[in-house]
């Protein structure tokens, strides 16, 4: 069984820094997809950024420039660095894993707020 957890959320001042890092187990990790989502109050989840097995990266217009995705293999994880926050970032962000097979699995999420 696939599981992931994220850690890393919290509260910061805008212009401020945080890093999500989301743990993945029950997969062969290397052979996956990766990415992260966030959804805001009232809004629909969006793609944050997302890495390929390959390791091919893409980002939202809106994070672009502040916000990196990366992996560890050995360590199973994936981490999402965000730089220069803005209160438009705040929502609960959450990892999503796709195996080679299609299937798509998702952690609980991690809150993040901005204030101004």
């Known amino acids: 069984q696939v599981r992931l957890v994220e850690s890393g959320g919290g509260l910061v001042q805008a212009g401020g820094s945080l890093r999500l890092s989301c743990a993945a187990s029950?997969?062969?990790?290397?052979?996956?997809?990766m990415g992260w989502y966030r959804q805001a109050p009232g809004k629909q989840r969006e793609l944050v950024a997302a890495?390929?097995?390959?390791?091919?990266?893409n980002y939202a217009n809106s994070v672009k420039g502040r916000f990196t995705i990366s992996r560890d293999n050995a360590k199973n994880t994936v981490y999402l660095q965000m730089n220069s926050l803005k209160s438009e970032d705040t929502a609960v962000y959450y990892c999503?894993?796709?195996?080679?097979?299609?299937?798509?699995?998702w952690g609980q999420g991690t809150q993040v707020t901005v204030s101004s």
């Open positions: 890495m390929s097995s390959g390791d091919s990266t």
């Open positions: 029950g997969s062969i990790f290397r052979f996956n997809d």
């Open positions: 999503k894993l796709r195996t080679i097979f299609g299937n798509d699995f």
